[in-house]
């Protein structure tokens, strides 16, 4: 960088190798040439395929500086160029900008988004004043500066409040510096204006659904699931449910978490381990309480997806046969085609209870024997594991709606089973008031 290194340094870096050069060879011998023999070559020439021998008796002064002075002369060009085009600035700013580096893996240019688009996919804006907020799960646009709430300046039809939460180039959003985190004590974020509503209830009869979920109690996740609670809707809508969480906290008067411990997550290439350590911990804990397994199946849900139990309830009847009484079906769902390639995107994970007696009777002596799970995430641990035990996967993609999915939420009236992700309540609540309408 030009404020740290001023541009005659670079001038004597890249030039002053080139003069040394010519006047180590300008006497027309090194020691080591005079080392070699009369009849020995010496490669001018580095390439491999047309590397050019020249006998170093028939080599003279003439071609040699000529090679060596046109050398120089490009390399003071290049370093004259550089050093009246390149502008300074600081690593703490743009540094890859200065540097020409690109954060594809392909070495092209990264194409960032105007006002215009969508900038959640490329997470960053072409206005170098602009910067890329977030709205929702399903939106973010390029803007000089962002208030949070409805911008009325947005298209009526889609005029949903705006997080403001500032998109990273990677990463998660970041709130603004002065957000207030709706999970303090003081409960959960206000409803938007008008009635609250709920979803439909449910209603006992088959499938009945034991949903949970595990959340960080000092993050977004416990404002976004104390305001499920107080819309009774996601994982509350279910027969039964149950919410885990790194330390027991109230969600409501009375009504309290189930505690699990540490949920950290690891580094590097086991990246995934604690993730799939933590879900294994979980399970262990709900079969113990012995509530889980006395259901038709069991929805994991992450707190960030809006969840409709009724219309899943109504997908699992289209796709699964009712068992005949006291008998399990043995199945889960795939929800997800990412990358030519079917999953189970843990955003939403439907596995019924035969599934689930299969996947307590093989974890531990054969799928962690046979798959790598210190290396893989939840979702693809007991995805592979119930395939290696012989559990039908069903295919069902109107269960998600989700951009890695190739199918973005929008305003969540697909009449799907989950809406993925809405990080805030206010946006989680503008998408579930969308779904409940349809």
């Known amino acids: 960088y030009h404020k740290v290194y001023p541009p005659h340094t670079y001038l004597l870096a890249y030039c002053l190798p080139g003069v040394f050069s010519s006047n180590m060879w300008s006497n027309g011998e090194t020691d080591d040439a005079r080392s070699m023999g009369e009849s020995e070559e010496l490669f001018l020439c580095n390439d491999q395929h047309e590397a050019e021998a020249l006998p170093r008796k028939r080599r003279g002064w003439l071609p040699t500086l000529s090679v060596l002075g046109f050398s120089a002369m490009a390399g003071f060009a290049f370093c004259f160029a550089a050093s009246s085009t390149a502008r300074p600035v600081s690593h703490e700013t743009e540094p890859t900008a200065f540097l020409g580096l690109s954060d594809s893996s392909d070495g092209k240019k990264k194409t960032c988004s105007s006002s215009a688009e969508n900038c959640w996919k490329t997470r960053c804006c072409e206005d170098p004043d602009s910067k890329c907020y977030m709205k929702n799960g399903a939106w973010a646009g390029c803007l000089k500066t962002c208030k949070m709430g409805i911008h009325h300046s947005d298209p009526e039809e889609v005029q949903t409040p705006w997080t403001c939460f500032e998109v990273q180039e990677e990463g998660p959003a970041l709130p603004p510096k002065n957000y207030e985190p709706p999970s303090s004590p003081k409960g959960p974020a206000p409803s938007l204006p008008g009635t609250v509503v709920t979803q439909k209830a449910a209603d006992d009869k088959w499938p009945k659904l034991f949903c ?170 007991l995805a592979r594991c119930l395939d290696h035990v012989g559990v039908e ?14 199918e973005a939420p929008g305003d969540c009236s697909s009449k799907q089973v989950a809406y993925h992700p809405f990080k805030d309540p206010m946006s989680w609540e503008a998408c579930f008031r969308s779904a409940v309408k349809r």
């Not at 262990?284 to 889980?292: P, Q």
């Open 212 to 381: 949970f979920g595990v959340i960080r109690t000092k993050t977004y996740e416990l404002g976004l699931v104390q305001k499920q609670y107080a819309l009774k809707a996601s994982y509350f809508g279910c027969e039964e449910w149950a919410i885990l969480s790194d330390n027991e906290i109230e969600l409501a008067p009375g009504v309290k978490t189930i505690p699990l411990g540490s949920l950290e997550t690891g580094n590097g290439v086991r990246t995934h381990f604690a993730n799939t350590d933590i879900f294994s911990r979980a399970f262990d804990k709900l079969k113990e309480h012995g509530v889980m397994m006395k259901q038709d199946f069991v929805v994991k849900l992450d707190p960030d997806a809006v969840f409709m139990p009724s219309i899943l309830k109504d997908q699992i009847r289209q796709n699964v046969k009712a068992p005949e009484d006291g008998g399990k079906s043995y199945v889960y769902f795939q929800n997800c085609q990412f990358q030519n390639r079917l999953w189970m995107f843990g955003a939403i994970e439907v596995i019924s209870i035969g599934a689930m007696d299969k996947y307590f009777e093989s974890r531990d002596n054969t799928c962690k024997k046979v798959l790598d799970y210190y290396n893989m995430g939840e979702d693809t641990f």
């Open 393 to 406: 996967a069903k295919q069902d993609f109107n269960l998600l709606s989700d951009g890695y999915c190739e």
